[in-house]
């Protein structure tokens, strides 16, 4: 499906206004199909079908009623089947008649090999939903791919209640399966203690959790100032700003001597690729031992980037980990490794590891 058809799926009616290209592209029909309307008795039979196969084509749904129909597309079908435009009260009274409407869906639908969804399909699209969360939680885009994917099968486009339903099922679905991964992976001792955090009252009067949840204040980044060892924190503004572990000021105050590492976005291939010329790295390591302590980043997909510093803490890896790593190029993952190489740079002599 091209990229510019996405739009369409899911029309509950004909547009006001069609462009040639769309009449074009939409209401041109083959020849098996050109046989099928033909078959139709009278001018209003053959149009009222040709308008249903045409809709399902562009919309992927049924057309139930006949409010207005462009003056382009009228003409469009008359040349295609000589015939007048009938007035769209005739076809109007035409379809008030239940079979008959039922009768051309039911065409439209096994012209273009179309069919209702069934409960393994249905089954199978909570599925992929599922598997789509992995790449956004955006549920207007989330709904643009189940327009899609119901469409790329040949399955009539649902309602869009009952799309954001399914929605709402694959995310519910998704949010378990990620708790219990969280579960199985981690310290029993770190969950209590992130839920004895997260649960204790802020200066605000609520919760700690309900205070990070809420929507920050512009180009405020106080709230990642409270992010937690293990939890990563990330502000989807522009630029995206992301962060996990310590910061320099909590080091200071705790008195750990640290060592900094930083690294630019314009100086990374993936970086000049995406045009991201101010977006930056910064690495802290303790600086006894060179454990990987905090990450942040501020840049485009800084809230993709942050999960790679996220596993290394947890893994408690130091920075032999990124620079003996093998990094894709182009990629911002190859950030972790320049930013470490400069941060040994900073090494005191009578504490090199390498």
């Given amino acids: 499906m091209n990229s510019w058809h996405v739009t369409y799926l899911g029309l509950k009616r004909l547009p006001r206004d069609l462009t040639a290209f769309e009449v ?6 083959s020849v098996a199909e050109r046989r099928v309307i033909e078959a139709r008795r009278g001018p209003e039979l053959k149009l009222g079908l040709a308008l249903q196969i045409g809709f399902l084509r562009m919309s992927g749904r049924l057309l139930d009623a006949l409010r207005i129909v462009p003056a382009m597309l009228w003409r469009h079908l008359g040349e295609q089947f000589a015939a007048a435009a009938p007035d769209l009260a005739s076809l109007r009274a035409m379809y008030r008649r239940r079979r008959t409407l039922f009768e051309h869906q039911e065409l439209a639908c096994e012209t273009l090999g179309f069919h209702w969804l069934s409960e393994p399909r249905r089954r199978a699209l909570v599925r992929v939903l599922r598997d789509e969360l992995a790449r956004t939680t955006d549920r207007q885009r989330l709904l643009q791919f189940a327009r899609r994917w119901l469409y790329e099968h040949q399955l009539i486009v649902l309602r869009e209640r009952d799309l954001r339903t399914m929605i709402a099922k694959a995310i519910r679905s998704h949010e378990a399966a990620l708790a219990r991964g969280i579960h ?43 992010a937690r060892r293990g939890k990563g924190n990330g502000i989807y503004t522009i630029p995206e700003v992301s962060m996990v572990g310590e910061t320099e000021e909590s080091l200071k105050k705790k008195g750990v001597a640290y060592i900094v590492g930083r690294a630019n976005y314009r100086e990374n291939a993936r970086g000049k690729i995406i045009g991201d010329l101010d977006g930056f790295l910064k ?17 485009d997909l800084a809230t993709d980037v942050v999960h790679i510093g996220l596993v290394a803490m947890m893994c408690n890896a130091s920075a032999n980990l990124f620079v003996d790593a093998c990094l894709n190029m182009p990629t911002l993952g ?4 320049a930013a470490t190489l400069n941060a040994l740079q900073n090494v005191p002599p009578s504490e090199k590891h390498f």
């Fill in 24 to 29: 074009e592209a939409f209401f041109t029909f």
């Fill in 283 to 299: 690495l802290l390591f303790r600086q006894d031992d060179l454990k990987l302590i905090g990450v942040h980043i501020m840049g």
């Fill in 184 to 226: 199985d992976a981690l310290d029993p001792l770190l969950l209590a203690q992130w839920r004895a955090t997260i649960t204790q009252p802020h200066d605000s009067g609520a919760t700690l959790q309900s205070w990070l949840w809420a929507a920050p204040a512009k180009h405020s980044t106080r709230r990642l100032l409270h």
């Fill in 334 to 337: 190859v950030l972790y490794k």
